[in-house]
């Protein structure tokens, strides 16, 4: 579904990625783990396109995204859930979520997947009229993932959902991305909690300092001693 081969990304003398690749298959799970600064969200924000790669390929469905704008590339199903979550302030929450679905024509899904959303989430319908910049951390990230929904995603990026939220919260996002992906969309997550990460990973890369340093099964990650000592706090 995703091929990113041998991908290159300068911002001006620093060499963020150098020589990345990795393989994102129809129905996985694939996790990306790595520290800060290790170029985990340059590498999302190539794939959509905000970035552009000096050398290397980006294939998705058997075509390039380089020449595909990056704000058509949720019709073509590929949609990101950016670091921070982005909300629009000065919206309401129903109007951040009417913004996931804006490249659809369909007013009947667009009202079915809305009605999903609140049924999933009683706290945004609660709220579909409030600014949405007034809602909590959690709710906010709640809000992010449901707009990326409202544009159906095939594949779904999630750059670092469970940051800044209390670890009841971090459950709740884990449980989402779970159901989200039993629903039949394919998801690239990067994220920092190595450990929940890995949990739900068919597949799982580690980045550090802008290349590939281990790849395998999010169970073989998991038991990894280099990922053990280094992000799972083990010894």
Do not use: C
């Amino acid at each position: 579904m995703l091929k990113v081969n041998d991908l290159n990304v300068h911002y001006g003398v620093i060499h963020a990625l150098k020589g990345v690749s990795l393989e994102v298959n129809e129905g996985e799970i694939v996790t990306l783990i790595g520290s800060n600064g290790a170029g985990k969200s340059t590498l999302l924000r190539s794939i959509s396109n905000l970035l552009t790669s000096s050398s290397g390929s980006i294939i998705y469905l058997d075509r390039s995204t380089k020449d595909v704008p990056s704000q058509s590339l949720p019709a073509l199903g590929l949609v990101q859930v950016p670091e921070g979550r982005k909300i629009f302030s000065g919206l309401s929450v129903k109007e951040n979520l009417l913004m996931g679905a804006y490249l659809r024509k369909d007013k009947e899904g667009i009202k079915t997947d809305l009605e999903k959303v609140y049924a999933r989430f009683p706290i945004l319908k609660k709220r579909m009229h409030q600014d949405a910049s007034t809602l909590s951390g959690g709710e906010q990230q709640m809000l992010a993932m449901s707009r990326a929904l409202m544009a159906r995603p095939k594949l779904l990026l999630l750059d670092e959902p469970s940051m800044g939220l209390a670890p009841l919260l971090v459950k709740e996002i884990f449980k989402l991305i779970k159901e989200i992906h039993e629903q039949g969309t394919t998801i690239l997550l990067v994220e920092q909690n190595a450990n929940q990460a890995l949990k739900i990973a068919d597949k799982a890369y580690v980045l550090e300092t802008g290349k590939i340093v281990l790849s395998g099964s999010g169970a073989e990650l998991l038991a990894s001693e280099d990922v053990q000592r280094i992000y799972l706090g083990g010894h």
